[in-house]
Each structure stands twice: as C-alpha cells, then as structure tokens.
C-alpha cells in the first residue's frame, strides 16, 4: 500500500494526542463509507483502534468487503447524534484478514459492554468462520469540535 503511514491530521482543532484520545474512548460505531459501481455505501460497524489502524469486523461475503476488496479506499466518520456536536472523518486505505477476525471480536464485544455469553456473542461467534477483520490504515483525519458555541 503507497501513502502516508499512522495517522495524519489534515485540519481541524484537535491535536494528534487529542484524536487519539478520542478514538480509544468513544464507544459509537464508524460509520464506513466505500465505493461502488453505482453509488457509494454507508455502513456502520464496531471499531477498534489500534496500532495506529482503525479495526472492524463484517462477514467475509457482505457489501462491504466485497467493496473493499476491489477498492481499498474508503472515507469514515465517528461522531455522536447528540450535542455537543464534534468528532472527526477522514479517509485511509482497508484491508482484509481473515484470521484477525477470530481475536478481534471478542475485542469488539469487551469494547462495546457486549457480555461474552450472551445470545449476540454466541450468535456472532458461530459464524467466525465467515468474518474477516477489516484493517483501515493510512488515515487522514480532520476533527471538529463545535462544544464552545453548544
């Protein structure tokens, strides 16, 4: 994959330290745009950041990682419905794995109060099998952060 590596800060008021911060503590799903023949798609998912990537889990025959396999770019948001209105979009580049699926979910539910023996986990779980781990990397991120007009 060509460009830039980690994460860099097109515009906006937060610092690198400060989205970061927002990354690992926000706890609403991305909402995932990719590209089609036709139109785009927004999808949202779970996420997890980590090692300077954006994570999320889908089943391997879905829309979504059918777009991504034929075009890795995508654009994202994660920002909540409710004031104070702020949060950051950005576009990277995703790939797919497969056996990062089976370690991430359980990531994905501790992440979000999801309980490990619940109808939800068990029902996600017996289809590992048919997840693939989506690694979105390469980010370029602007924030906003309209808390002081609020």
Not at 43 to 55: K, N, P, T, V
Request: aromatic share 8%; charged share 20%.
């Amino acid at each position: 994959m060509s460009g830039q590596v980690g994460v860099t800060l097109r515009s906006g008021p937060w610092t690198e330290a400060e989205i970061r911060t927002y990354l690992r503590r926000t706890c609403i799903p991305i909402r995932l745009a990719t590209a089609g023949k036709a139109s785009p798609l927004v999808q949202s998912l779970w996420y997890l950041f980590d090692d300077d990537a954006l994570w999320c889990c889908t089943q391997a025959d879905s829309v979504v990682a059918k777009r991504l396999r034929r075009n890795p770019n995508c654009g994202f948001e994660i920002s909540a419905d409710q004031p104070p209105y702020r949060g950051l979009r950005g576009t990277g580049l995703a790939s797919l794995s497969a056996p990062d699926a089976a370690d991430l979910l359980p990531k994905l539910f501790e992440r979000y109060s999801i309980s490990s023996d619940s109808q939800l986990a068990a029902w996600l779980l017996s289809r590992i099998e048919h997840e693939v781990a989506i690694r979105i990397d390469h980010l370029v991120i602007t924030s906003w952060d309209y808390s002081n007009r609020m």
